[in-house]
């Protein structure tokens, strides 16, 4: 990873947060937290964490159906952190899709080095940790891995290739890409055409995905280079 890992905690006792984003930052992670259930979601969808780090009890949104709503759009690393502590806790903490669990009272120290193990591993084994991307409310919505995208909920049918720059785009919003970029990156060195190309698919693709393609909200252009994806979190 190039950047700092950004690790989310969700937890309502803030003497718990406050010790392990001490902890998490000087190990040299970005540390993000939000102190109910609903927050959580909210901050996930927003903030696109490198791993979690959830509390079961959370006021609002319990930490089971957080994490059931993480691993419906992701494989992004849960570790839940819990009071719970039996056996069947962990056995139904696992099945909902945590990665690791850890029973309070705990060692921060030991939890940041189970965080960076669960890293390493988690970056090892390659592609995008986020599935489904929503954009604005759910305005816009790509799937990854089934290769579709919405508007207002509704499918919309793209060409192979206009996908392809879509999901390249938006894997790294607000990152310029450059034409030969998007074409080595979504296209693939063997594709057959011209930077202009690219310019034809991402006309086409506007008209698809934009409300207004005078003034697009996702695809934007950045004059001299090519193309980065705005659209902000939620
Ligand atoms: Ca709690």
Redesign the pocket.
Known sequence: MAERPSILIV???TKIVDALRAYLINAGFEVRAAYDGEAGLASFNEARPDLVVL????PKLGGERLCTEIRRVSRVPVVMLTAKGTEDDKVSGFALGADDYVTKPFSPRELVARIESILRRASATGPALYNVMTWNGGDLEIDTAARTVKKRGGEISLTPNEFKILACLASRPNRAFSREELISAALGDDFDGFERTVDSHVKNLRSKIEDDTARPLYVLTVRGLGYRFGGGGG
């Not at 509390?55 to 959370?58: A, I, K, R, V």
């Open positions: 937890e309502d006792e509390d079961l009890m959370l």
